[in-house]
């Protein structure tokens, strides 16, 4: 891949940390763009002109090329998640993060009125266009994505902004109708969107630019973290449940706010790997890695790290294994290559607080 020469060992680590075989090993991903003007934005911004997005994605591309690290020249599949109330009908504007959809739904006693779909629908059709425009645009240079499934609170999100936070306790019996509505759509259009794009090495790529096994699925539980357990338990669980039970499995991915949420998280069957992504913004998930790992036992995990953070753990001997590491503060492809060295040398003896917190540097 001509963005990625090395992708196929990070497809194979990849493959190792999602099997639960690196128990001792780390994996990162770095990216030496400018954190103030990241690619994603700067991509999202020109949509929905297809080239454009697709030009500003591969100036970031082309700036990591030379990176050996676990970090892939992944497009975002989609034109703004959000545009999936477009497809039911919402008015659909253009902004800097891509696709917003207005309010779908104005008055929950009518919402039946919006429980439709058509095939022939502006939007969706313009999406499944842009998986097509990458499909021959990355061919041998990059790889892309599909399109965010917004189900359970996401789509309520979507259709109803932040009336979704008090419907699921004025509405229960309309909220229940629709969430089931949409997770039959949501897996309707990513079987549709699948056809389109092909599999690499038995995997498919997420939009955090990795590689997954088999047909694995990204599932989102961002509005979840905006609520108690008992609205997961309620209106999320069984949809959450069906997406990785549908695809064989789930890669989740959990704002660091929402880490209240992980005992219930971690009882879903069929997980691959949580991300718990935080901006290096409090609370900080490596501040809290003991107490995650008690919960989270072997399932991999994706966190945020500075360099410097990785460096101090990485020399103390305090870097837990099975984790990949998206570490920022990274500003050339020389310091990029050296901290990723450093990576794939280390061996930890780290398993949680039961365990010793020893580990080893091999050559």
Same mark, same amino acid.
């Given at each position: 891949?001509y ?6 060992e990070s ?13 001792d090993r780390i ?6 763009q ?7 934005m ?5 949509v ?8 500003e ?17 992944a ?8 545009i999936?109330? %477009?497809?039911? /009908?919402?008015? @659909?504007?253009w902004?800097t +993060? ?5 309010? &779908? *739904?104005?008055d929950?006693r009518?919402?039946?009125d ?7 629908n502006?939007y ?6 842009y998986l097509r425009?990458?499909k021959?645009?990355s061919?041998g240079k990059?790889?892309?994505?599909e399109?965010?499934?917004i189900d359970g609170m ?6 109803r902004?932040?009336d979704?936070?008090t419907?699921?306790?004025?509405y229960p019996?309309?909220?229940g ?7 039959d759509?949501n ?5 549709k ?8 090495r038995g ?8 590689w997954t096994?088999g047909?694995?699925?990204f ?5 979840? %973290?905006?609520? /108690?357990q008992? @609205?997961?338990?309620?209106? +999320?669980?069984?949809y959450?449940?069906r &997406? *990785?039970?549908?695809f ?6 959990v ?6 949420l992980l005992?219930?998280y971690?009882t879903l ?5 949580i991300g ?5 913004k409090?609370p900080?998930a490596i501040?809290?890695?003991?107490n995650i790992?008690?919960?989270?036992g ?12 990785f460096?101090?753990r990485t020399?103390d001997?305090t870097?837990?294994?099975n984790?990949l590491?998206?570490?920022?503060g ?6 990029a ?14 398993r949680n607080k ?8 091999v050559?």
């Amino acid at each position: 891949m001509y963005y990625k020469p090395l992708i196929n060992e990070s497809v194979e680590r990849f493959g190792m940390l999602w099997n639960r075989e690196s128990v001792d090993r780390i994996l990162v991903k770095i990216d030496i763009q400018d954190p103030k003007t990241p690619t994603v934005m700067n991509a999202m911004a020109q949509v929905p002109d297809f080239e454009k997005v697709v030009d500003e994605w591969e100036k970031g591309f082309d700036l990591n090329k030379d990176v050996r690290d676990d970090n892939l020249p992944a497009v975002y599949g989609d034109l703004g998640a959000y545009i999936f109330g %477009g497809f039911l /009908g919402a008015s @659909v504007t253009w902004g800097t +993060g891509g696709a917003y959809s207005e309010k &779908l *739904i104005a008055d929950m006693r009518n919402y039946k009125d919006f429980m439709h779909f058509d095939e022939t629908n502006k939007y969706y059709n313009l999406q499944l266009d842009y998986l097509r425009y990458l499909k021959e645009r990355s061919k041998g240079k990059f790889c892309f994505t599909e399109m965010l499934a917004i189900d359970g609170m996401n789509f309520l999100d979507c259709i109803r902004g932040g009336d979704a936070y008090t419907d699921v306790f004025d509405y229960p019996k309309e909220v229940g109708e629709l969430l089931d509505f949409s997770s039959d759509l949501n897996v309707r259009f990513i079987r549709k969107q699948r056809t389109i794009i092909d599999r690499y090495r038995g995997g498919r790529f997420n939009p955090y630019a990795i590689w997954t096994p088999g047909e694995t699925i990204f599932i989102s539980v961002d509005a979840y %973290g905006q609520c /108690g357990q008992e @609205v997961f338990e309620r209106h +999320g669980r069984k949809y959450v449940q069906r &997406l *990785i039970d549908e695809f064989h499995g789930g890669w989740l991915h959990v704002h660091s706010d929402a880490m209240r949420l992980l005992p219930a998280y971690v009882t879903l069957k069929g997980l691959v790997a949580i991300g718990l992504e935080d901006w290096i913004k409090p609370p900080r998930a490596i501040e809290n890695i003991e107490n995650i790992l008690e919960i989270t036992g072997d399932i991999p995990l994706m966190i945020n790290i500075t360099k410097d953070e990785f460096i101090s753990r990485t020399n103390d001997k305090t870097l837990p294994g099975n984790i990949l590491y998206w570490i920022s503060g990274v500003k050339t492809v020389q310091e990029a290559n050296a901290t990723a060295e450093v990576a794939y040398r280390y061996r930890s003896k780290y398993r949680n607080k039961k365990y010793s917190m020893r580990a080893t540097n091999v050559s």
